[in-house]
């Protein structure tokens, strides 16, 4: 009796896993290639590859034969290593002497050149009156990436 099944392709996949599919560091992706039935006799893309450079997908691809017939298994890799860039602003702006009345509402804003949907922390509201008082907060990206900390200082308010 036959071969009447191709190899069976698995990838395997390492490397450290952010946020929705994003690699945050380098990912190496080798391949299992099996077939209980009949001998493998042909592969092409199953080597090891290691993915060291930012991207917004590489797909890789392995494709084994036996006597069973071909089978083909790909894979994408995104990887985004950088965190996004995170900005505070504060409003009301102050007045000339460098004052503001009331309370002051600090919101945080990034961006993002790869994986993009930058979420940010809620703003931050300071109603005591006090000079140099400062509020801080952090962006995070699609891949899980965590901004620098955003901070906007010397708020005085009487």
Do not use: H
């Amino acid at each position: 009796m036959g071969d009447s099944t191709p190899p069976l392709i698995t990838p395997v996949i390492t490397g450290p896993l952010g946020s929705n599919g994003w690699y945050v560091g380098n990912a190496q992706v080798s391949w299992t290639v099996t077939d209980p039935d009949s001998p493998i006799t042909a592969r092409t893309g199953c080597g090891t590859t290691n993915v060291t450079t930012d991207t917004a997908g590489r797909t890789l691809t392995c494709s084994a034969t036996s006597s069973g017939g071909t089978n083909s298994v790909s894979v994408t890799i995104k990887r985004d290593t950088r965190a996004p860039t995170a900005t505070a602003s504060a409003l009301p702006v102050a007045n000339s002497a460098g004052w503001r009345k009331g309370p002051v509402s600090v919101s945080f804003s990034g961006a993002d050149t790869l994986s993009g949907g930058v979420t940010c922390d809620p703003p931050v509201v300071l109603s005591g009156e006090g000079r140099n008082q400062s509020a801080a907060g952090y962006c995070q990206d699609a891949a899980g990436n965590r901004s620098a900390q955003a901070r906007a200082r010397g708020i005085s308010i009487d």
